[in-house]
């Protein structure tokens, strides 16, 4: 399978908006659950959002409502829209896709369960 395309990371400011982009064949695919992963600077990968083959959304509790993970599958893409983004949202974001496993819900955030990763994309938020 061809890897995740993740775009759209940029620096910006306290409280600024910004659209992440993921382009995956994944995406048209309607069993896969897409998610958002995040890494700052010596910190280990942690989920950001998903969205599963039914729809369904879900957050980790830290995005406080701030962001949104939406799909186009016509478009194969999956996008994260973030507000009101915080010096602690500085890191690279991943996105990444898996298939439905028995007993595994995609809202689990287990990293070693997705199969394909993008490259990332950077978000840096000046202080």
């Known amino acids: 399978q061809v890897q995740p395309v993740e775009s759209g990371g940029k620096s910006v400011e306290i409280g600024d908006t910004l659209m992440l982009r993921c382009v995956a064949s994944e995406v048209s695919d309607s069993n896969y659950c897409m998610a958002w992963f995040r890494q700052a600077p010596g910190k280990e990968r942690e989920g950001v959002a998903a969205i599963d083959r039914f729809g369904s959304r879900s957050y980790k509790e830290y995005t406080g409502g701030r962001f949104t993970i939406t799909k186009d599958s016509a478009k194969n893409t999956v996008y994260l829209h973030m507000t009101n983004l915080q010096p602690d949202d500085t890191a690279m974001y991943f996105c990444?896709?898996?298939?439905?496993?028995?007993?595994?819900?995609?809202?689990?955030?287990?990293?070693?369960?997705?199969?394909?990763w993008g490259q990332g994309t950077l978000v840096t938020v000046c202080s």
């Open positions: 990444a896709a898996r298939l439905p496993k028995p007993g595994v819900s995609c809202h689990a955030f287990r990293r070693t369960e997705f199969e394909t």
